[in-house]
């Protein structure tokens, strides 16, 4: 699957907008309260560029395999974390290109797929521990085949 071109001029704009953040970012990126809010404030844009099928591993966990499960997408790396990834690549090479930048947001921002009932697990045991969503599966006992060679690439 490929982007489309309305899909690369939102890549490039939010490339262009992550870029005039750098400097904050390394304003506050030694204080955790203003890092943490920083995060916060701009991790929208991620998902507004992730929402498509392009985002999409492919990956799902056995539990959304079953027939009848209501399947929901999960960041498996936080858009809040991913945030974190993101500007930290953006701000030691600011002249990134956008085929880097689509590339390092496919890398932290896509999802893969969990039945609605182990997203809810997830949410609650990852919610404020600053970890990856990927970090709670098995403990959570969500296999998906795939994701150790996935995160590996981390």
């Known amino acids: 699957m490929k982007l489309t071109n309305k899909q690369l001029v939102k890549c490039n704009e939010t490339l262009k907008d992550f870029v005039c953040l750098i400097p904050r ?3 506050v990126k030694d204080n955790d309260e203003l890092y943490d809010m920083f995060l916060s ?4 844009p991620l998902f507004d560029l992730t929402n498509t099928k392009f985002w999409e591993t492919g990956l799902s966990s056995n539990g959304a395999k079953v027939n009848g499960v209501k399947v929901v997408k999960d960041h498996y790396v936080p858009r809040k ?6 500007m930290e690549e953006l701000s030691n090479n600011p002249e990134m290109s956008l085929t880097d930048f689509v590339s390092l947001c496919k890398k932290y921002a896509s999802t893969v797929c ?3 009932e182990e997203h809810s697990l997830i949410t609650i045991r990852a919610k404020n521990t600053g970890k990856c969503n ?14 150790d060679e996935l995160v590996g690439n981390l």
């Open 25 to 27: 970012y390394l304003e």
């Open 114 to 116: 969990l039945s609605e």
């Open 81 to 86: 974390i991913a945030m974190g990834f993101i």
């Open 41 to 44: 404030r701009n991790r929208n």
């Open 134 to 147: 990927y970090e709670f599966y098995s403990e959570c006992g969500i296999i998906i085949e795939g994701m």
